[in-house]
């Protein structure tokens, strides 16, 4: 059994104490100010509210319910609805591992699920353009200038792709994500 008081902590520690439950055994990410601040903004104003005079200013139901003008039960439920959001599978990854370790991980998943897409034979290199889901404009662009394959592709650099013909900045940032999906680098400057 926890001896831990949760009202005895600083802030947000109280907080992680009662989202977890008493259970927070991660090391914070160095992001986790930030990470905090993306989640609790998922709340509703009047959630935040009440969180910050619990958490932040350690008042009772009673006391934050005087100041929004109503019951503490009232309280104690939007108090309880908070907390269930924040503890949605979701909100708490970007608790564990911050949010550049999120969107770490969803990009490695996509770069997978496009790997996993793949028929088994094929390297991504040798998919050829038609099967990448570009843009009509991008794949367009590519094809006149005698692209066909990710690996055609990949043997540009940056500089020649952002000069083919017609291309504009939202299809070059479009066909740069499509090869770091599958693992792949443009070519650099001087090789």
Sequence with gaps: MNTINPTTLPYPDNLLYDIFDGEWEFPRPG????????????????????????????????????????????????????????RRPDRLNYLKHGVSGVVARKTENAREAALASLPKQDKPEDIPLEELELSVRSYNCLKRAGMNTLRDVSEMTFDELCHVRNIGKKSVEEICAVLTNYGIRLKKGGE
């Excluded at 005087?66 to 503490?72: F, I, L, P």
């Design 31 to 86: 992001d986790f100010d930030g990470s905090l601040e993306y989640v609790l903004h998922t709340l509703t104003e009047r959630e935040r509210r009440v969180l910050d005079f619990r958490y932040k200013d350690g008042l009772t139901f009673e006391a934050i319910g005087k100041r929004e003008c109503v019951t503490r039960e009232r309280i104690r439920q939007i108090h309880a609805k908070s907390l269930r959001k924040l």
